[in-house]
């Protein structure tokens, strides 16, 4: 198939960057992405929130599972063990749909899996074999066999179903975010930033990642473990495959699947065969590029909106965070306000883009009062503004 039949990514994506040097700019023959008609009705959303909820909410962490990779060991364990607490009561489905029909929301994403392993969804995967950070001797390796999901915590509710199921019936369209990288599974090392690292680590990590080696060591304080094995890199790809596989099999109609991050050089083959498979079952559903170039359907600007219009076909959505981060922030003062919704949401449609605003729930699953207040306010003074825009029109058409 000739350049000419894929809609490429513009060569400024910084995403595209990540994974430039491994995977090809033009996909395989046997793959295509989602339909022109998909990629319309992904135009046609315009604007959307971008929900962030994980363990890191309970303990008010910024950016969301990123902090892990600067705590100390024992921090670590106590962490990757706050899925024994997780019990949001205050959680309810619809009552947030509530909240997105009156802020105008026409679509929602929403973290089935962030970069922590947590797991919001009924998965059926098992990892098999995580760190022991504070085990005697040192950090080690250690099996286990538990989906580290929502599941196995206090709440027992699949939210990813309750929230897919309410939005469906809200009419918002469905975007579930998943990242590639897992850093509860030891099996998942040393790709996209893992806290653990290997001896033949060069190898396996992006470009991006190596010039980062200086600093990730310093800082990040990666735990270096014997290479993978074969089974434990076959292990990965299974996992990684059958989660993707539940999430656009098992929660009815999903739009979008919003990727995050990626894996290794050395497995892009197995992932680049997990994405024909994901596509022979589900045609159009839209695949964010990160991790997988033009085997993508979309990609996000983030944290700003293009300077001018974007020279591609392929669709974008800026992704922008009311607050400091995407995740649950309880400073009141950092949410930028309804003025700043409006502008940003006017300029992305202006240039041919969707604009889609960042909130996170608290640990027990309710938003900031500024957030709704500001996302509420944002619809009303649109809608005022229009409608004195008109006026104005049919006045001058009057008078002149």
């Known amino acids: 198939m000739s350049k000419k039949d894929y809609v490429l990514l513009p060569q400024s994506d910084v995403h595209l960057n990540d994974v430039r040097s491994y995977v090809e700019e033009i996909p395989h023959d046997d793959y295509r992405q989602a339909s022109e008609k998909a990629r319309e009705d992904f135009r046609d ?17 910024q950016e969301e599972s990123w902090p892990i990779l600067k705590m100390s060991y024992e921090d670590r364990q106590k962490y990757q063990e706050l899925y024994k607490s997780f019990d949001p009561k205050s959680f309810h489905a619809g009552e947030w749909m509530s909240f997105f029909k009156k802020a105008g929301f026409k679509c929602l994403a929403f973290t089935s899996k962030h970069h922590e392993g947590f797991s919001l969804f009924d998965t059926k995967t098992r990892v098999k074999r995580r760190v022991n950070w504070t085990a005697s001797g040192g950090p080690q390796i250690e099996a286990c066999d538990l989906a580290y999901s929502v599941m196995d915590t206090p709440f027992k509710r699949d939210v990813v179903r309750e929230l897919c199921d309410a939005a469906r019936e809200s009419g918002i ?39 980062d080696i200086p600093f990730r060591f310093e800082k990040m304080r990666p735990l270096s473990m014997p290479a993978l094995t074969k089974e434990e890199k076959e292990r990965m790809v299974a996992r990684h495959r059958q989660q993707l596989t539940e999430l656009i099999t098992g929660y009815g109609k999903i739009d979008m699947i919003c990727l995050d991050m990626w894996l290794g050089v050395d497995v892009w083959p197995q992932i680049r065969e997990t994405m024909k498979a994901l596509r022979d079952i589900a045609p159009d559903v839209m695949f964010r590029a990160r991790g997988i170039g033009n085997y993508g359907d979309y990609y996000t600007p983030e944290g700003f909106v293009p300077g001018s219009k974007e020279n591609t076909d392929m669709p974008w959505m800026v992704i922008y965070p009311l607050a400091h981060s995407f995740s649950y922030d309880p400073d009141g003062s950092r949410y930028k306000g309804s003025e700043w919704v409006i502008r940003n949401l006017v300029d992305s449609v202006a240039k041919g883009g969707n604009f889609m605003v960042g909130i996170g729930p608290d640990g027990d699953g309710r938003f900031h009062p500024t957030a709704v207040k500001q996302l509420e306010e944002s619809i009303t003074k649109m809608f005022i503004s229009m409608v004195s825009e008109e006026i104005n029109r049919r006045a001058i058409t009057v008078l002149f």
């Open 45 to 61: 959303m315009k604007f959307g929130v971008r929900i962030h909820w994980g363990l890191y909410t309970k303990q008010h962490l």
């Open 173 to 211: 369209k469905i975007s579930l975010y998943f990242s590639h990288p897992d850093w509860y599974d030891a099996d998942f090392r040393p790709y996209g930033f893992h806290p653990l690292t290997v001896p033949d680590y060069h190898s396996l990590l992006t470009k991006k990642e190596v010039d």
